[in-house]
C-alpha cells in the first residue's frame, strides 16, 4: 500500500511536497524503492524541464542549457570515432560517457532538441535518485529530501549544471555501492565517473585518498583524522597555483575560468567555509561515524580547503560547493541518524522542509530563482503533480 499511495502523490502532489510525504512515511513504513524512484524521477524531470530557457538564475548568473543544447546539435552526423578522438584533442567538453548517448539519440533517432532536454532532465533525476539508494540502507526518500532541500543550492545545479551533477551522481552511487553495499563495481564506476565530466577527477582523487586511510585503519583514531585534515588544509593551498596550472595545460582553460575571481569579500568567505566546516568537524569529534561519512568528511573539508586558498574564486561556489554542501546536510543527518533517537528524525526532517521551501521562495519576489521558473511560474502550486503539469502545459 505504501507503495501506491507513494505514486499517487507523486501524481497529484506538487513533487517536492510528495517527496516531504513520503520520506515521512519512509520513517515508520518501508516503501519500496521501485515505486519511488520511477514516479520521483518523471514528476521532477517534468517539473523542471517546464520553464523558460535561457534566463538568469541570478543576476550574473545565467542558463547552461542552451550551450548544451548547442553542443547536443554538434554531434549531428559525425562520426562515432570522432567522439574518441576529441576527448584525447581536448578532454574538457568532450567526455566520451557524456556525449555517447546523446550522439546516438541525435544520430540513430534524430530526437529534437526538446526531446534531449526532457530524457536528460530524466536522466539526472534518476542518476540523483539511484545515488541516494546506494547511499542509504534505511529509504532514499529522507535522503532525498535532505540532499535537496536542506542547502538548496543543489537544486539549482539539477536545474542546469548537468554536466557535473550528473558525473557527481555517478560518483556518488558507485561510492555507495563501494563503501555502503560492498560491491566492487562501485570503485569502477567512480574511476569513470570523470568520463562524464572531468572536474570530478579531484573527488575521485579524495576517494583514492580516503581509501589509503581506511586501509590503514587511520580512520580508528580521531585525532589523527584530524592531523590529516590539517595537512590537507595547508597542502592544498600550497598545491592551488601548480593544480591550475597543470588543468590548464590538459585543456581546462573554461573551467579555470570560474578561478578567475569577481570582487568576492574574502572575509566573508572565510567566515561562511568556517560555519559550513565547523559543526561537521564537531559532529566527527563527538559522534559516531561510519565509513560513508568519513568519505563525506574528506569530501567536504577537500573542497572546504580549496575555497580558501583561492576565496575570490566565485566559480567554485558554483560548481564545486554545488556538489559539496549538500553531502555536508547527509553527512549532518546521518549523523543524526547513527546517534539520536528515532524519535528526533520526523521533526528534523519537517525543518529541513520549512527551510528548503523558505530559501527557494525568497528571491521569487525578486523575480529569479529556481522558484520563479520551475514549473513555469508555478512552483509553489501544492497540487501541481504529474497529471496537473501533462494537463496544464
Not at 551522481?169 to 555507495?176: E, I, K, T
Request: glycine share 6%; net charge positive.
Amino acid at each position: 500500500m505504501t507503495g501506491l499511495a507513494c505514486v499517487l502523490l507523486f501524481l497529484i502532489v506538487n513533487p517536492f511536497l510528495a517527496l516531504f510525504v513520503v520520506a515521512l512515511l519512509a520513517l515508520y513504513y518501508r516503501v519500496p524503492a521501485l515505486a519511488f524512484v520511477l514516479p520521483a524521477t518523471i514528476a521532477f524531470g517534468l517539473f523542471f524541464f517546464f520553464r523558460e530557457y535561457g534566463i538568469e538564475w541570478y543576476p550574473e548568473s545565467g542558463d547552461d542549457v542552451p550551450a548544451y543544447i548547442v553542443m547536443y546539435q554538434y554531434n549531428r552526423g559525425v562520426p562515432l570515432s570522432e567522439l574518441f578522438t576529441r576527448t584525447l584533442a581536448m578532454p574538457n567538453g568532450n567526455e566520451p560517457l557524456w556525449h555517447l548517448p546523446w550522439w546516438a539519440l541525435l544520430n540513430a533517432l534524430n530526437a529534437s532538441s526538446e526531446t534531449f532536454v526532457f530524457l536528460h532532465y530524466m536522466a539526472i533525476f534518476l542518476a540523483l535518485f539511484l545515488a541516494m539508494y546506494a547511499l542509504s540502507t534505511r529509504g532514499v526518500a529522507p535522503f532525498a529530501l535532505v540532499y535537496l532541500m536542506l542547502i538548496p543550492i543543489s537544486v539549482d545545479g539539477v536545474a542546469h549544471i548537468w554536466r557535473q551533477e550528473m558525473a557527481s551522481f555517478v560518483f556518488l552511487a558507485g561510492a555507495g555501492l563501494y563503501v555502503v553495499r560492498g560491491r566492487r563495481i562501485g570503485r569502477w564506476i567512480v574511476y569513470l565517473s570523470p568520463l562524464l565530466h572531468l572536474s570530478v577527477i579531484f573527488f575521485v582523487g579524495v576517494f583514492l585518498v580516503f581509501e589509503r586511510m581506511r586501509r590503514r585503519s587511520i580512520f580508528d583514531d580521531r585525532a589523527q583524522v584530524v592531523r590529516v585534515l590539517a595537512l590537507i588544509a595547508v597542502i592544498v593551498p600550497a598545491t592551488s597555483v601548480l593544480l591550475v596550472s597543470l588543468l590548464d595545460s590538459i585543456g581546462l582553460a573554461r573551467i579555470m575560468g570560474y578561478f578567475e575571481g569577481r570582487g568576492v569579500d574574502r572575509v566573508r568567505v572565510y567566515l561562511l567555509i568556517l560555519g559550513y566546516a565547523a559543526p561537521q568537524l564537531i559532529a566527527y569529534w563527538k559522534l559516531r561515524n561510519d565509513d560513508l561519512n568519513r568519505l563525506l568528511l574528506m569530501l567536504c573539508f577537500s573542497v572546504f580547503s580549496l575555497v580558501l586558498a583561492l576565496p575570490a574564486a566565485n566559480g567554485i561556489y558554483d560548481r564545486l560547493l554545488m556538489f559539496t554542501l549538500p553531502l555536508l546536510a547527509l553527512y549532518l543527518y546521518r549523523c543524526l541518524v547513527e546517534n539520536f533517537p528515532a524519535d528526533w528524525r520526523g521533526p528534523v526532517l519537517a525543518c529541513v522542509f520549512v527551510i528548503g521551501v523558505a530559501r527557494l521562495y525568497a528571491p521569487v519576489a525578486a523575480g529569479y530563482g529556481p522558484g520563479f521558473y520551475l514549473a513555469h511560474g508555478r512552483a509553489f502550486d501544492p497540487s501541481m503533480g504529474i497529471v496537473k503539469m501533462l494537463a496544464t502545459f
